[in-house]
């Protein structure tokens, strides 16, 4: 599975939002996507879902034009996590979770064995099986976004698009996700997440895209896209580094006015 987007421009109130961007994600890797606020990272989320029209350029799946799909077949290729989803009916979690099911039948067929296995195992990978009789309304944001994100894996997509899944979580629960993310990608799919948090970019993602006022500024390897020079120009913001385990980490640490000066840790 490989999605594809090729030379893609995006224009909102007559702002490029996105400038003839690149990008790509084979099945089997969790690729993040990171940049400061406005940089084009949740409209190039929504061109790859087919839920945003480039001005430019075009998306692919498996080398087919991404619009030549029918909506039920690209709903059964693409699942997506919008950000901060809100749901306004009161729908309990298991059935709410169920709605992942619907491209694979009709509105008012019955959930089979295999639609129901895929519920049971999203609830149980984001954590959310003992809600699965309460309503959205009597749960927190962090657990509300785990409910969205069982629904989004409940489709069963080669494809996943998450939109910043860990922004509500406690570090618990952000860090289960993660591993939820990564996990799905190790089973061949493609997962694409919009991150801010860049120690857990450089943790779990296999490959990363910066994106800085609507263009590509790096791509690659965690390792070489979070160097110095690629977190100054697109966030301003001076980063420490240490290492754990065997893998760096980084944190951010001062803003950046004039004065550049780098800082290691020892962890």
Not at 92 to 97: A, F, P, S, Y
Not at 187 to 212: E, I, P, T, W, Y
Not at 250 to 257: F, S, T
Request: glycine share 8%; with cysteine.
């Amino acid at each position: 599975m490989r999605l594809v987007a090729e030379n893609v421009t995006v224009r909102l109130g007559g702002r490029v939002v996105l400038d003839r961007v690149d990008a790509a994600v084979e099945g089997g890797e969790l690729v993040g996507l990171i940049g400061p606020n406005g940089a084009g990272k949740t409209s190039l989320l929504r061109v790859f879902a087919h839920l945003l029209a480039p001005a430019a350029g075009a998306v692919r799946c498996d080398g087919r034009p991404l619009d030549s799909y029918a909506p039920a077949e690209r709903a059964r290729r693409i699942a997506y996590l919008a950000q901060g989803p809100e749901v306004h009916w009161p729908m309990v979690v298991e059935k709410l979770v169920a709605l992942g099911r619907l491209p694979h039948r009709g509105s008012w067929e019955r959930l089979s064995s295999t639609d129901q296995d895929a519920v049971e195992n999203a609830m149980q990978a984001t954590d959310v099986v003992a809600f699965r009789d309460q309503t959205l309304a009597t749960l927190s944001g962090g657990e509300r976004m785990r409910v969205l994100l069982a629904r989004a894996l409940a489709v069963e997509a080669p494809i996943l698009l998450t939109d910043e899944p860990v922004a509500a979580l406690d570090p618990f629960h952000q860090l289960q996700v993660m591993e939820v993310l990564k996990r799905t990608a190790r089973q061949g799919k493609a997962v694409v997440a919009v991150l801010h948090d860049l120690a857990l970019a450089a943790r779990f993602c296999d490959r990363l895209l910066l994106l800085h006022r609507g263009a590509v500024l790096a791509e690659g390897p965690p390792s070489t896209v979070l160097d110095e020079r690629n977190l100054e120009t697109a966030f301003s913001v001076g980063f420490v580094r240490g290492r754990h385990a065997e893998q760096e980490f980084i944190v951010a640490w001062d803003r950046l006015l004039s004065d550049r000066t780098a800082r290691t840790i020892d962890g």
